[in-house]
C-alpha cells in the first residue's frame, strides 16, 4: 500500500532519474534529445527579416549614385560638345554634394574622337568652374546605357505603353501607361527597330 512517505520517496526518485538524464552538457542529450551545448553552424540561423532587401535597395542606390557622373549622348546639345541645361544642374550637385571628387565622370562615346575630346574638356572646365581640382572625366561606356529613339522619347513621357499596331492590345490603339494589355516594350511601329 501506497503510503504518504512512500509516494514523497517515488516522486523524489523519479525527479532525480529525470534530472539525471536531461541535465547538463555532459549528457549531450538535453530534454527530448536536444543537445543544449551544440554548436551552431553558419548559416543555420536566418537573417533577420528585411535584410535581402535592404542588400537589394542598398545596391540600387549604389547603381543610382554611380550613375550621377554619367553623361550621356542627350546631355549634350545636339552633336556637339555643349553640355546641356539639366546635366549642368546635375554637375552642380555632383559637385556639391562631393560626388564628383570620389568618383570620375565618364563621358557616353559618341563615335567621334574629335567630339569626344571636346565633350572631355566641356565637362572638366564644367567641373572645375564648380571648385574641382583636377577633375578625372573619361570616355567609356556606362553601366546602365541609355535608350534610343522614339522609345526613350515614349517612356519619359509616361506613354510607354504601346502595342504591335493595337493588336496586343485589344485593338484599342494607343492606350495610357497601366490601361492596355500591350506590350511596354515591343516594338511601337512596324519595322522600327530599337
Not at 32 to 55: Q, S, T, W
Not at 75 to 82: L, P, Q, R
Not at 104 to 109: A, G, L, R, V
Amino acid at each position: 500500500m501506497l503510503t504518504k512517505p512512500n509516494i514523497a520517496s517515488l516522486t523524489t526518485s523519479c525527479l532525480a532519474i529525470a534530472l539525471i538524464t536531461t541535465s547538463g552538457c555532459a549528457s549531450r542529450g538535453g530534454i527530448l534529445g536536444v543537445d543544449r551545448c551544440a554548436d551552431i553552424p553558419a548559416g543555420a540561423i536566418p537573417e533577420p527579416a528585411g535584410v535581402k532587401n535592404c542588400n537589394w535597395q542598398t545596391a540600387q542606390v549604389s547603381g543610382a549614385e554611380a550613375d550621377q557622373t554619367v553623361f550621356y549622348k542627350c546631355d549634350f546639345i545636339g552633336n556637339s560638345a555643349k553640355i546641356a541645361p539639366e546635366a549642368i544642374n546635375r554637375i552642380a550637385r555632383t559637385a556639391s554634394s562631393g560626388l564628383a571628387t570620389t568618383q570620375p565622370s565618364i563621358i557616353e562615346p559618341s563615335g567621334d574622337e574629335t567630339l569626344d575630346a571636346a565633350r572631355v574638356t566641356a565637362v572638366s572646365l564644367q567641373l572645375a568652374s564648380y571648385g574641382i581640382p583636377q577633375p578625372v572625366v573619361t570616355v567609356a561606356i556606362p553601366a546602365a546605357l541609355g535608350m534610343q529613339g522614339i522609345r526613350a522619347e515614349q517612356i519619359a513621357d509616361g506613354l510607354g505603353n504601346f502595342g504591335n499596331n493595337g493588336v496586343s492590345n485589344g485593338g484599342r490603339g494607343y492606350q495610357p501607361m497601366g490601361i492596355g494589355v500591350g506590350g511596354a516594350f515591343g516594338n511601337t511601329f512596324p519595322g522600327a527597330t530599337y
